[in-house]
């Protein structure tokens, strides 16, 4: 039986879930930090010992109790900066993959929340979203595996057409993926909503910060793998998604991106190159969801530039659409179902970029996050005798909007967070159905995070140590051995799994993997 195809691109997902003790302010960003880091503990001690849903994990501690942690599903669990509960996900090799993933994750999170509840005496409330209303902003992270070559020429020199072709890209990304937002933060003008969270934080092109002084680009050099062939793209400046759509369009139009990127010579070919500051433009695009704004861009022929003055937003973006229209056909991807995917991926977004440019937002309610929200907005408005026009001069009334959308919407909670409400009644679109996302949650994907998964459930009570790209083993003698999987797109094969699980030793193991060859791992004594 041969070996399953290599997937075109391995991603995934970062999310630091924003966390509250019921009854605590969700308007103002003071709180107390030795609760802060009891209730996350208290939560994370939860999921790596309910059954009900996580199934049955593997936890390393690394010397602090729940610090770095392993589920089964292939995911890490851990207390960023001991305040928020952070959820990334396996890798993935598939965006529909990949939205599962994260929608398990959120999952998990909410059924760990009422579990820490009820050790601790007070309820929790999770939200998925990016920023507090008062400045203060965390993230969900993307990564995608992209080739070393690559790597370089988007995160090393000079400026250059690869680099201006992805920050045009995550410019204009947010018409079809930002997460929606009430109100401003870091400008003088008032704005009663705009396309993106994060967009705002946006301060340079390209750095190696995360905290401050925000990058498009960022160069981030934690690989995860084998440094010679592989890298790991690490984009921080996305939104987090409640509705899958725009967590399924968002990932599979950047593995896409990037895909085009490392195949083609002249990648830029009659594609719109943004002329100017990005991340001035990165703040006018989420600041307009009337699409009112014309942006100054040029084009690339082969290895040039040359001006062509403004266009707008949708416009841009529908350029890279139908680039990636073609691509998706002529690519030889090697497995159907996974060009199908993608196919799936493109289509959606020219459907759903034309049903913007029409001003038809409405359509898009449950669909992706900001139409949704933007609809409900207009609604709870509209109740109350009020437009955006009047949002714009009130800042109570701004208040109220952010609590609904940004807060009721995003909340985890399944019973009462409006988003969960909203899916009950059948208002949001899924992309992929319950049994998938409750299976990923002990689960996890094909290929490297599955033999993370298999050695550690063989050999769980001889594991020293477990990392993204290796699973360290202490075998009779009390030495120890790493298995290194340096390759984060390895497949896992019937053979291979027989091997792990008939193994009835650590040393037995390692002697059937060097007499089968098997390249993908690396044995280190």
Not at 64 to 84: E, F, I, K, V
Not at 258 to 281: A, C, S, T, V
Not at 493 to 520: C, F, H, M, V, W
């Amino acid at each position: 039986m041969p070996n399953p195809a290599r997937p075109a691109m391995v991603m995934g997902l970062e999310t630091e879930y924003s966390i509250y003790a019921r009854g605590q302010s969700r308007t103002a960003p003071a709180k107390d930090g030795g609760q802060l880091k009891e209730m996350v503990d208290a939560l994370i001690a939860e999921a790596f010992t309910d059954p009900l849903f996580t199934g049955p994990q593997l936890m390393v501690t690394h010397g602090q109790p729940h610090g770095l942690g392993w589920l089964h599903n292939g995911a890490r669990l851990y207390n960023d900066m001991h305040s928020t509960p952070e959820y990334c996900t396996p890798e993935c090799p598939r965006p529909d993959i990949l939205v599962a993933h994260d929608q398990a994750g959120m999952l998990i999170e909410w059924r760990a929340s009422l579990l820490a509840a009820q050790q601790l005496g007070y309820e929790i409330d999770l939200y998925k979203k990016n920023t507090d209303g008062h400045g203060h902003a965390y993230g969900c992270h993307e990564n995608y595996c992209v080739s070393t070559r690559l790597w370089n020429k988007l995160f090393k020199g000079d400026v250059n057409l690869h680099q201006l072709i992805m920050a045009t890209f995550f410019v204009v990304r947010p018409i079809l993926t930002g997460a929606g937002k009430v109100g401003v933060e870091n400008a003088v003008r008032t704005q009663p909503f705009q396309l993106s969270q994060r967009a705002e934080f946006i301060s340079t092109f390209r750095s190696q910060i995360t905290t401050s002084n925000r990058p498009i680009l960022n160069e981030r050099n934690e690989p995860h793998a084998n440094a010679d062939y592989w890298q790991r793209v690490h984009y921080i400046m996305g939104d987090a998604n409640m509705c899958e759509a725009s967590t399924y369009l968002k990932t599979g139009l950047t593995a896409l991106m990037f895909m085009l990127l490392q195949d083609e010579r002249n990648p830029g070919f009659h594609l719109p190159i943004l002329d100017g500051q990005y991340p001035p433009m990165a703040h006018t695009v989420s600041l307009d969801p009337q699409f009112e704004a014309r942006l100054p861009v040029q084009f690339a022929t082969r290895d040039a530039l040359y001006d062509t003055g403004t266009l707008p937003a949708p416009e841009i973006l529908s350029r890279y659409l139908g680039r990636l229209a073609e691509y998706v056909q002529e690519r030889p991807f090697q497995d159907a179902g996974e060009q199908a995917v993608y196919a799936d991926v493109v289509a959606r977004a020219q459907e759903y970029l034309a049903t913007l440019r029409t001003g038809k937002i409405h359509r898009l309610y449950g669909v992706l996050d900001w139409p949704t929200k933007y609809a409900l907005l207009e609604n709870f408005l509209g109740k109350r005798g009020k437009t955006f026009a009047d949002a714009a001069a009130d800042d109570e009334l701004r208040k109220k909007m952010r609590v609904y959308a940004d807060h009721a919407f995003c909340s985890l909670d399944r019973e009462r967070g409006l988003y969960f409400r909203l899916e009950r009644a059948g208002h949001i679109t899924r992309i992929v159905n319950d049994a998938q996302v409750l299976k990923a949650t002990f689960q996890p994907p094909a290929g490297r995070p599955q033999l993370r998964t298999l050695l550690t459930d063989r050999f769980v009570g001889k594991i020293k140590d477990v990392d993204w790209a290796k699973v360290n083993i202490r075998s009779a003698s009390g030495k120890s051995v790493t298995l290194k999987l340096n390759d984060p797109m390895l497949t896992v094969d019937d053979a291979l799994i027989r091997e792990i699980e008939g193994a009835k030793s650590p040393y037995e193991l390692i002697q059937s993997i060097r007499r089968t060859n098997r390249t993908q791992i690396e044995i280190e004594e």
